[in-house]
């Protein structure tokens, strides 16, 4: 999983993991960072779980999807 390679690679305080540089990822209680959003990681449901948690929350009308994106971005 590349999360937890990445993860590892921080800890053990490497600053090139294969072909990406470390610099702008961080680990916080076993969560991965990536320019101070949340990576999470492909998996489709999460994704879905996540969308559907902002999309209940968002006002309804015409600019939903992008106020939906602008929200699920500043996180994630």
Known sequence: MFAAQIIEAL???AHHHNK???A??????NHLYF?????I???NKLHL?????????VVDDH?????SYELI????
């Open 11 to 13: 800890c053990s305080e």
């Open 20 to 22: 990406i540089s470390l």
């Open 24 to 29: 702008e990822y961080k680990e916080y209680k």
């Open 35 to 39: 320019q101070e959003r949340r990576y």
């Open 41 to 43: 990681f492909n998996f």
């Open 49 to 57: 779980c996540i969308i559907q948690l902002v999309h209940d929350n």
């Open 63 to 67: 600019s939903e999807r992008v106020k």
């Open 73 to 76: 971005s500043q996180v994630y």
